[in-house]
Every structure is written in C-alpha cells, then in structure tokens.
C-alpha cells in the first residue's frame, strides 16, 4: 500500500546490441524512515520495509520499448505507477530518455496496511493491449468489480512471468558506482542514475521482473 510522498553472467559486454529491442538502465531505492539515507532495493531478494518508508524509481531508456511499473498490494490492490497515463505513447519520445517514477520530486511512502507488497516491471517490443485494457478497466470500476479485475491483472502478470522463464533469458548487468561491487549503495545520499547502483537490462522482445517488499 502506497500513498505519495546477483549479478547475472552474459556472453557479450555490448549489453545493447543491435539484435536487442530491450535496453534500459534503472534503479529501485528506498529512503528509511529511521535515518533518511538511501539505499537500493534488492531486485533480486526479498527486502523487508517498515511503514513510513520512502520509494522511487528511476529508469533511463536507451530504446524504445512499451514500460510498465504495476504494484499489488497486501489486499491485492493494484496501482499503476507507470505508464503515467493509458494508452501509452511513445510517440514523442527522443532516445535516451530518462523517466523517475513518481514524477516532480515526489516519493511512495508505505502506509500502516502491512504485508507482502509486489512491483512487477514489464518491458515490452510491442504494446501489451490486453494488460492496459484491464488496467484501464481497473481504475474505472467501482470497489466491487475492482476485486475480480484484480485478480486478472495479477493472474495475467503472472502469466507473464512463467511465460518469460520459456523465452531466451535477458541480460542484466549491475552497474556499481566507483566500478566497486557495493551492493545497495547511494553515494552521498543522492538521487541518480550515476550515484546509485543500478541495473541494466537488455532483451528481445520482452523482459519481466518481480520484486517482492515485506512491509512490517
């Protein structure tokens, strides 16, 4: 629930190659109550939060490909969180393009609901026209019908999931800062692509990710 406020091995280091139509470097962090110092969530673990935590998303596009930032929430909500607005238009968009989620300085911060909360990325060649069409239903339905459409957004995603493990795997390729391996670092409490350890990503046509948050 959000209101506002291992490295992967691959054969070739050209990560964005020409056969890639996937290619993109992003990071997830999270700002600590307790401290206020950043730290990068782990893409690849689960990661424990508490209530009052802080977090943002940024994503450097080196391609043109359809991105999706979708959270469930422990009563299995669901929040789009990007695009910022369906149909998505890529349209007018200049490559490399940077796009920080939420927008204009703001930050997610995680409410008193408790529980498993999920972030799936999806990254796609092609527009993924049944998922927004669902999403786009979703945030137009009232509270009763929003539970079953609920429920076929998240088999959906998961349907994306299994069906991603049967196609060539991506490229991820972790960027630490300084070329050190600093897991979850963000040099001197900023905010960057530069400053924080990041990921890049590199696939075909479509790549998934899921992040698990426990929210205590």
């Known amino acids: 629930c959000l209101i506002f406020q291992t490295p992967v091995l691959f054969a070739s280091e050209e990560i964005c190659s020409n056969r890639q139509n996937i290619c993109f470097q992003w990071f997830f962090i999270a700002k600590?109550?307790?401290d206020k110092k950043l730290r990068a969530i782990n893409l690849n673990e689960n990661n424990i939060f508490e209530s009052g935590d802080q977090l943002k998303a940024s994503f450097k596009l080196k391609k043109k490909c359809f991105l999706y930032f979708i959270h469930t929430g422990p009563k299995n909500e669901i929040s789009l969180l990007y695009p910022y607005a369906l149909p998505q238009d890529l349209s007018s968009n200049n490559m490399p393009t940077t796009y920080h989620i939420p927008r204009n300085g703001r930050w997610f911060m995680?409410?008193?609901?408790?529980?498993?909360?999920?972030?799936?990325?999806?990254?796609?060649?092609?527009?993924?026209?049944?998922?927004e069409s669902l999403l786009i239903d979703y945030n137009g339905a009232d509270a009763s019908k929003r539970v079953l459409l609920g429920q076929k957004i998240i088999k959906k995603l998961k349907g994306f999931n299994q069906q991603s493990k049967k196609l060539a795997a991506a490229a991820e390729r972790p960027i630490q800062i300084g070329g050190t391996v600093r897991s979850g670092i963000c040099k001197?409490?900023?905010?960057?692509?530069?400053?924080?350890?990041?990921?890049?990503?590199?696939?075909?046509?479509?790549?998934?990710?899921?992040?698990?948050?426990?929210?205590?």
């Open 110 to 131: 995680l409410d008193n609901n408790t529980g498993n909360e999920t972030f799936f990325l999806i990254a796609a060649s092609t527009r993924l026209g049944g998922l």
């Open 188 to 216: 001197d409490n900023k905010i960057s692509l530069q400053a924080c350890d990041s990921l890049m990503v590199s696939a075909k046509d479509f790549y998934i990710k899921a992040i698990t948050i426990e929210h205590k």
């Open 32 to 34: 600590l109550k307790q």
